[in-house]
């Protein structure tokens, strides 16, 4: 069993700063490419950032510059540095991550989803 479980959402102001974390635990033999993704009211869950196991990250054009991914691979966790927060940055906010796991089978895996509200 693999669980990914996202902490740090929340209520901020615009400009504001939040960051978001998200560890991995279970049965984990390799974590591959690990993400973030978000899903605002009526709209399609989009790609906000993702990181490779050797650091190669990226970004969705429109947030390069506010928003910085990181990882431990030791932790197995991943965060998200946000920065000059907008209105429209509201959404739930998803950590993804590609694992294999201790049987050898690859598997894609989301967290629950962590609530971030830009509002003044």
């Known amino acids: 069993q693999v669980q990914l479980v996202e902490s740090g959402g929340g209520l901020v102001q615009p400009g504001g700063s939040l960051r978001l974390s998200c560890a991995a635990s279970?049965?984990?033999?390799?974590?591959?490419?690990m993400g973030w993704y978000r899903q605002a009211p009526g709209k399609q869950r989009e790609l906000v950032a993702g990181?490779?196991?050797?650091?190669?990250?990226n970004y969705a054009d429109s947030l390069k510059g506010r928003f910085t991914i990181s990882r431990d691979n030791a932790k197995n966790t991943v965060s998200l540095q946000m920065i000059s927060l907008k209105p429209e940055d509201t959404a739930v906010y998803y950590c993804?991550?590609?694992?294999?796991?201790?049987?050898?089978?690859?598997?894609?895996?989301w967290g629950q989803g962590t609530q971030v509200t830009v509002s003044s």
């Open positions: 993804n991550a590609a694992i294999m796991n201790m049987r050898m089978s690859l598997g894609d895996y």
């Open positions: 279970g049965s984990i033999f390799s974590i591959y490419v």
């Open positions: 990181i490779t196991s050797d650091g190669t990250a």
